[in-house]
């Protein structure tokens, strides 16, 4: 019998092509990236092996360059809209590397403001959790050097953000927990990359009201070590002991290590910080923003559970403005403190400061 069994891979989700884009990245190997007739081919400086970087060059025929955020560029000595480009002909993968995220580098001689789409594939870097520092030439139509290179359409890349709020629940379990008695644990996957995020239901809360809710970011160092570099772990803690006082609540726990740009990144940064840099600037020197978090996978996962409405436990104002645009109904707030401790006054100080969160700066001070 004929078998009539075929797949269109020019039909391919956006989101597919998104997570091939990502893993291709990650393995340090060449994405190409098309724009209204234009084609750029970018490589992760954070990923890539000196020989591929070499031999990347060489295809490119030394025409390439490397693109540093903002940020970046901002800490180089450099004010930049959008990110500048360096070019990089004759220069070694440990120049770049130093260029593009070391700290005490130096402005470079030459540059020029960021191709708009080599300044977007950094989205590409920041869905694979890479620094967002890409190596990037233009390329003609029909170049047969990157042929083999996973292709991706900036249109496959904004269609790719719908997928971010479809997420359906795989299991809830019931789990005791210490001082606070049985929560369930429901497990929700989707979004891209199909990721397992947790919502920890705790007493019953009631729906037909707002309901209160914790969005809590993921922190390896401070929730499971407990790190005192920062207060994450008790915000955890003193998260789930506030829902359970008011009757009840549900606290989203969100794969968001590092405020959204990964383990690696954020041990970077921490080792920017033991030299005197605060967490906004150590970020910066790694050109990333203050926050990459995004909240469309929380919204989703609390409408799966039939909350519309919620107060929120937070200091960050930036996760109600996150949980209003995806369609959540935030009607009140309630601060969540943790224990300010000599190693994190200062990290405290610069949350309230340079990121606007709500902490009473008299009693960080009182700290000292």
Not at 338 to 346: A, I, L, S, Y
Not at 361 to 367: Q, V
Request: net charge negative.
């Amino acid at each position: 019998m004929k078998n009539d069994a075929s797949f269109d891979f020019q039909s391919i989700s956006p989101e597919i092509a998104v997570e091939r884009a990502v893993a291709e990245l990650r393995f340090g190997r060449p994405v190409v990236l098309r724009e209204g007739g234009r084609q750029i081919v970018t490589l992760a400086l954070d990923c890539v092996s000196p020989s591929v970087f070499d031999q990347f060059a060489r295809a490119c025929d030394d025409r390439h360059g490397l693109y540093l955020t903002e940020e970046r560029a901002d800490r180089l000595g450099i004010d930049s809209s959008g990110g500048i480009a360096v070019p990089l002909a004759g220069r070694s993968f440990e120049e770049a590397s130093h260029l593009a995220y070391t700290l005490g580098a130096q402005k470079p001689e030459s540059w020029a403001p960021a191709d708009p789409l080599v300044a977007a594939s950094t989205e590409i870097a920041r869905l694979a959790l890479l620094l967002p520092a890409m190596v990037a030439c233009e390329i003609e139509s029909g170049n047969g050097r990157f042929s083999a290179c996973q292709a991706l359409d900036m249109a496959q890349l904004k269609a790719s953000n719908a997928a971010r709020q479809h997420f359906r629940q795989v299991v809830s379990t019931r789990v005791p927990l210490k001082q606070i008695g049985d929560a369930d644990f429901a497990v929700f996957r989707g979004g891209l990359a199909q990721k397992d995020q947790i919502a920890i239901i705790v007493g019953k809360p009631d729906t037909s009201a707002p309901v209160p809710v914790r969005i809590h970011s993921s922190c390896l160092t401070g929730d499971l070590c407990g790190s005192l570099k920062c207060d994450c772990g008790d915000q955890l803690r003193n998260g789930l002991k506030q829902l359970q006082a008011a009757g009840g609540g549900v606290l989203v726990y969100l794969d968001q290590e590092g405020r959204g740009t990964g383990i690696g990144a954020k041990m970077r940064a921490y080792g920017y910080q033991h030299q005197g840099l605060d967490t906004i600037d150590a970020d910066a020197e790694l050109g990333l923003a203050s926050d990459h978090r995004r909240y469309e996978a929380a919204a989703a996962m609390l409408r799966h559970l039939g909350i519309e409405q919620v107060i929120l436990h937070t200091n960050n104002p930036t996760k109600i403005d996150g949980l209003r645009v995806n369609g959540i109904d935030v009607t009140g707030q309630v601060g969540v403190t943790g224990t300010v401790t000599r190693e994190n006054v200062d990290y405290l100080r610069t949350k309230t400061l340079k990121a606007g969160h709500t902490l009473a700066l008299e009693n960080l001070i009182a700290a000292e």
